[in-house]
């Protein structure tokens, strides 16, 4: 209304603070992969999980996994395209095997049988409240969620096993570097490793 002829918030700056992203180490997800699970539900939600875990999907694009977002490429590799729920940016996913067993594994699955859908996904609720008993009797103290399993393939999968960063943004559907940076952060072990390879370099020289 022009009450003011200066705004008084023109010099306030509001602080952002650092976020920390629970993951998954490689020794977790191999114990989670390799545990035998007798309860049905259970052992459903961790290879949802472990599927999450190495393709980056959430939990919205995974519950609309379908056949239409299957496509066999030049390179004779199948891969997930799909436009992410969250920002409609489209995500390009070359299946890893560990992934491609998964759906080879819910191909005839009785409870999805006739549907479009590619995995048996039940509530984001339902999903995270299995998880946490998932990790009970792993013995993994984290509070696993979904998301959790994002982060995990960030990280765990792709970074920490030397895929630039320029990919695994791509691959996890970011339209900034900056929100894939946020998981290079927590690569403590990974810088220690590369200033360790550095350091091998420079004595051969």
């Known amino acids: ?5 200066k705004n008084p918030y023109s010099k306030f700056k509001v602080g952002l ?12 997800l191999k114990r989670i992969e ?3 699970i007798q309860i049905e539900r259970l052992a459903v939600v961790r290879d949802i999980f472990v599927f999450a875990c190495y393709t980056g999907l959430s939990f ?8 239409t977002h299957l496509q066999q490429r030049a390179d004779g590799k199948e891969w997930i395209i799909i ?4 920002t409609n940016n489209r995500c390009r996913i070359p299946l890893l095997p560990k992934a491609k067993e998964i759906l080879k594994k819910y191909e005839d699955y009785p409870k999805i049988s006739g ?4 995995l048996p996904v039940l509530t984001n609720q339902k999903m995270n409240s299995y998880l946490k008993e998932l990790g009970d009797i792993c013995g993994i103290n984290k509070n696993i969620t979904m998301h959790i399993a994002r982060h995990t393939f960030a990280t765990t999968v792709t970074l920490s096993n030397g895929v630039p960063i320029e990919t695994v943004s791509k691959l996890l559907g970011h339209s900034s570097l900056k929100t894939t940076q946020i998981y290079a952060k927590v690569l403590d072990q990974k810088i220690a490793e590369d200033m360790e390879l550095l350091e091998s370099k420079l004595n051969q020289v």
């Open 60 to 67: 919205s694009d995974i519950t609309k996994l379908s056949h």
């Open 17 to 28: 603070d650092e976020t920390h992203r629970e993951i998954l180490s490689t020794e977790e």
């Open 1 to 5: 209304m022009d009450y003011i002829d």
């Open 83 to 86: 436009n992410r729920s969250k």
């Open 115 to 118: 549907k479009a859908i590619l």
């Open 34 to 36: 390799e545990k035998q």
